[in-house]
């Protein structure tokens, strides 16, 4: 039977005219017949296409035992805060000052005087996440009105402590919290190297997963040491050795700790993880190197790593012939002063020289030297320099290229294909997303099988004999969710939700939550690995996480964000001990931290200039892990775009957060500021 909020016009008000709760609009009578029965009102404020407000409808107003309850002990009030702002800003200010943050669904409990005694915003079913159950909360509510009406203000406050301390009871999922990542950052303060960039001594290694936690933390703190930290140890690979001056990309690692002299091997992991930590430094800071450095880096995997299937291959080797037959490393990319010399003539041989800083004793073997940027005061000319780069680039084309691995591994395909989906919507490269798209149609046509079981490699467009391990799962999972998130397109997301079900059945201990690096059903080695660590990538593990906290941000998935919050258990353990060997597992601890946020743009059209705008500027928001779905109005595309309308026929984004959602909103700056730390 229809309660009170039957004859209401607002349409929020209008789908709940059929909960089983006694529903009261906002209104004088309300109050009147609280006093009557000398019960307190709880007021719940939403508006119609808040996500959470839909969820809490949906756990608990829609449940007959939760609507007894209310109704037996409360007189319950629900408000538009789109028809009623000023209820929603007085009691929103409440709740802001008493618990330090507030956001939609809006849950305050009023004596019958409208004075407000104890607030919170969503509250599930079931205690979860250190939250209490909301009929927990009623019944907190209720005994502490019945108790000591008087002292209700004191009640609540017990109240509070009270469910606070039933957080231990409920399991504890010993994710990391602040103090572990501060200590995490403390830990890669004392690791910094100041002079030269990086962490520890020689040999050096790209510290890119490290990098995005540091990223992710200032994003999310302010902290400006650990963004000081990223953009030197960015700067100084860039202008290093390291770094293909040419033709762009990453070699694995520098032999020397100021970056001059790496070891030649490009490998298409390393490239696809600084390329996506390069983007989002230029997405933090507008630095026009980090822009140069991730557009040529993405540039390099697609035209020297992809393969004919459109997947990318696994490395590139370190030696090649130097021109006699005889193999020797770093050939292809060292210079003498004779071979400037004969390829540009000696004026501009003698301006690379310096440009690039090759001596004459060199730098490298043989009194060759590596390309480099090295610091110094002279001004170039951008011009010159751009036409000298193309030379030595054509006069190296004619050099023995080093060999090719074209071995197609699923892992390191799905950390390309986040680093290209990504850095193509940021630069409007179509280009680089279509890449990226080629790449994951080729790992669900040939990698997966009919059950998503996903295996490891592929050569030629043949299919490997090994299965894939968890890394291959978590990684080629994260590429989906950032491929669906550029493209608007909802099956990504769905490809990512058939590969991280087997995640969750197949590698992680249901006692432990810890996760193995095989499946469960894999061939049975001595020991079953497990191992937990970051090192030249994410491991599954931490991958794992990472796919697991983002998937649960879009689907509202319960088990896939317990698994995620269980597997970062590992990095509370770990984080302040080795941070430089957990990165990726505290940039996914920053995004659990954060929320992450949950971002979904509705546009008229997806081609509509201000909808793409809009998505765009969702896209460059940097707060920690968030995830973007995209849509026109009405989409069932992603799960967060459901009952999400235009405003006033506008595109419109909406923010939600820890179960809580932002007002939405039609303008980009806003938006910009929302997501943005």
Not at 132 to 152: C, I, K, N, Y
Not at 271 to 284: D, E, G, K, Q
Request: include cysteine; aromatic fraction near 8%.
């Amino acid at each position: 039977m229809p309660n009170r909020l039957a004859h209401e016009t607002s349409p929020y008000l209008l789908q709940h005219a059929d909960n089983p709760v006694d529903w009261w609009p906002w209104s004088a009578e309300a109050f009147e017949e609280a006093r009557r029965r000398g019960v307190p009102v709880l007021l719940s404020v939403g508006y119609s296409s808040c996500h959470w407000c839909h969820v809490m409808a949906h756990e608990s107003f829609e449940d007959q035992e939760t609507a007894d309850q209310l109704n037996a002990h409360f007189v319950n009030i629900k408000v538009d805060r789109e028809e009623r702002p000023d209820v929603d800003a007085v009691y929103m200010e409440a709740v802001q000052a008493a618990t330090g943050q507030g956001g939609w669904p809006m849950t305050v409990f009023l004596t019958a005087e409208a004075e407000p005694f104890y607030f919170g915003t969503y509250f599930p079913p079931a205690p979860r996440h250190g939250m209490p159950s909301f009929r927990q909360v009623l019944e907190g509510v209720r005994q502490a009105w019945t108790e000591r009406r008087d002292e209700v203000a004191e009640v609540a406050g017990k109240i509070v402590r009270d469910l606070a301390g039933r957080e231990i009871a409920y399991g504890d999922s010993q994710a990391p919290g602040e103090q572990e990542l501060s200590q995490a950052l403390l830990g890669l303060t004392r690791e910094y190297d100041p002079q030269r960039g990086g962490f520890g001594g020689a040999p050096k290694f790209p510290p890119s997963m490290v990098v995005e936690f540091l990223l992710r933390h200032h994003a999310r703190t302010g902290a400006e040491g650990a963004l000081q930290m990223a953009q030197d140890t960015c700067e100084r690979m860039a202008r290093g050795g390291i770094y293909d001056q040419l033709g762009g990309g990453f070699a694995r690692y520098s032999v020397d700790r100021d970056w001059v002299v790496p070891h030649f091997e490009k490998m298409l992991y390393d490239n696809a993880l600084l390329c996506r930590v390069y983007a989002h430094l230029w997405r933090a800071t507008g630095s026009e190197l980090a822009r140069r450095v991730a557009l040529e880096t993405a540039d390099f995997m697609v035209r020297e790593l992809r393969t004919d299937q459109g997947g990318f291959a696994s490395a590139l080797d370190a030696d090649s012939d130097d021109g006699s037959g005889k193999h020797v490393e770093g050939a292809y990319y060292a210079w003498t002063p004779e071979q400037l010399g004969a390829a540009l003539g000696p004026d501009d041989a003698e301006l690379a020289a310096r440009y690039f800083g090759v001596t004459e004793d060199g730098t490298f073997e043989h009194g060759s030297s590596v390309l480099r940027l090295p610091q110094q005061d002279e001004v170039f000319d951008a011009e010159k320099i751009a036409d000298i780069k193309e030379r030595l680039l054509r006069e190296r084309a004619e050099r023995p290229a080093p060999g090719r691995d074209d071995k197609v591994v699923a892992a390191w395909n799905g950390l390309a294909i986040a680093a290209l989906a990504e850095t193509g919507a940021y630069f409007d490269r179509p280009d680089l997303v279509d890449a990226a798209l080629a790449a994951a149609d080729l790992l669900v046509r040939l990698h997966l099988d009919d059950l998503a079981r996903i295996a490891r490699t592929s050569k030629d467009g043949q299919i490997g004999a090994n299965a894939g391990v968890l890394e291959d799962y978590a990684d080629v999972a994260e590429g989906f969710l950032a491929l669906g998130s550029v493209t608007g397109e909802g099956v990504w997301l769905e490809f990512a939700g058939f590969l991280l079900d087997h995640v969750l059945v197949r590698f992680v201990d249901p006692e432990s939550g810890a996760l193995y690096d095989t499946a469960a059903d894999a061939e049975q080695l001595i020991r079953r690995p497990q191992d937990p660590t970051d090192n030249a990538v994410p491991s599954g593990w931490t991958a794992a996480a990472g796919a697991l906290l983002s998937y649960a941000a879009h689907t509202g998935s319960e088990p896939h964000r317990t698994a995620a919050e269980r597997a970062l258990g590992v990095v509370k353990a770990l984080g302040p001990r080795v941070p430089r060997f957990i990165g990726w597992g505290l940039a996914a601890a920053e995004a659990l931290l954060d929320g992450p946020r949950e971002v979904a743009v509705v546009g008229s059209d997806m081609a509509d200039k201000a909808s793409k705008a809009l998505h765009r500027t969702a896209l460059l928001g940097t707060a920690p892990g968030a995830v973007v779905a995209f849509g026109v109005s009405g989409s069932d595309e992603f799960p967060l775009l459901a009952d999400r309308p235009l405003s006033g026929g506008e595109p419109t984004a909406y923010v939600c957060r820890d179960f809580t959602c932002d007002a939405p909103t039609t303008d980009p700056e806003r938006l910009r500021t929302a997501l943005n730390g």
